[in-house]
């Protein structure tokens, strides 16, 4: 994984998340990604350096997860046009 800023870390009781910003990741723009683990008996009995490398391993995954979802639709017009509520 290229160099990343940690943006934010946060639980919400189920999970712990970090966000990570990539800089000139995808077209040349700054990429946010946010990764996240289950916090369960084993999060629990990690150490501070372990749930901090479950975390960042978490966001490489969603980076790389990503990026393959855009290669993957690079350069294929899939005629979808409209308007949508999301």
Do not use: C, F, H
């Not at 994984?1 to 077209?27: E, F, H």
Request: glycine share 6%; aromatic share 4%; proline share 1%.
């Amino acid at each position: 994984m290229p160099q990343a800023q940690i943006v934010r870390s946060w639980t919400d009781g189920d999970r712990a998340y970090l966000a990570v910003r990539v800089a000139n990741d995808v077209a040349n723009t700054d990429t946010e990604y946010i990764g996240s683990v289950l916090i369960d008996d084993a999060w629990q009995a990690m150490s501070a350096a372990e749930k901090r490398a479950a975390l960042i391993a978490a966001a490489k995954a969603e980076r790389d997860r990503s990026r393959a979802l855009v290669a993957a639709v690079a350069g294929q017009d899939l005629g979808i046009t409209g308007t949508v509520s999301v």
